[in-house]
Nanobody, 119 residues
Framework: VQLVESGGGLVQAGDSLRLSCVAS????????MGWFRQAPGKEREFVAS????????YYADSVKDRFSISRDNAKNTMYLQMNSLKLEDTAVYYC?????????????WGQGTLVTVSS
């Protein structure tokens, strides 16, 4: 499956932003999907994930209650609604797709979209 992220940009602290990840190539609905991010000088970290039917979601503690992950299988698209953005949310955000039972490292990854939060 091929993944393309969009929606990144420059925002101020406290603003909101919605990222999208569009999948193509294979049946989107069979994949668990996730968002990861990598800040300058840091390792890539988990942000949020959603199971293939959308019934369960998981969040990193740092974004819980501020970010919301969702998916629309009819549109082959996953979203990340980011509210109350903080300076430390600045990073390149990647979406990933993995079949159930496999690790994220075994999945497909997008090229990333940059989110910059300024004061």
């Amino acid at each position: 499956v091929q993944l393309v992220e969009s929606g990144g940009g420059l925002v101020q602290a406290g603003d909101s932003l919605r990222l999208s990840c569009v999948a193509s190539g294979r049946t989107f609905s069979i994949y668990n999907m996730g968002w990861f991010r990598q800040a300058p000088g840091k390792e890539r970290e988990f942000v949020a994930s959603i199971t293939w039917r959308g019934r369960r979601t998981y969040y990193a503690d740092s974004v819980k209650d501020r970010f919301s992950i969702s998916r629309d299988n009819a549109k082959n698209t996953m979203y990340l609604q980011m509210n109350s953005l903080k300076l430390e949310d600045t990073a390149v955000y990647y979406c990933a797709a993995v079949m159930d039972g496999r690790s994220w490292n075994q999945g497909s990854w997008g090229q990333g979209t940059l989110v910059t939060v300024s004061s």
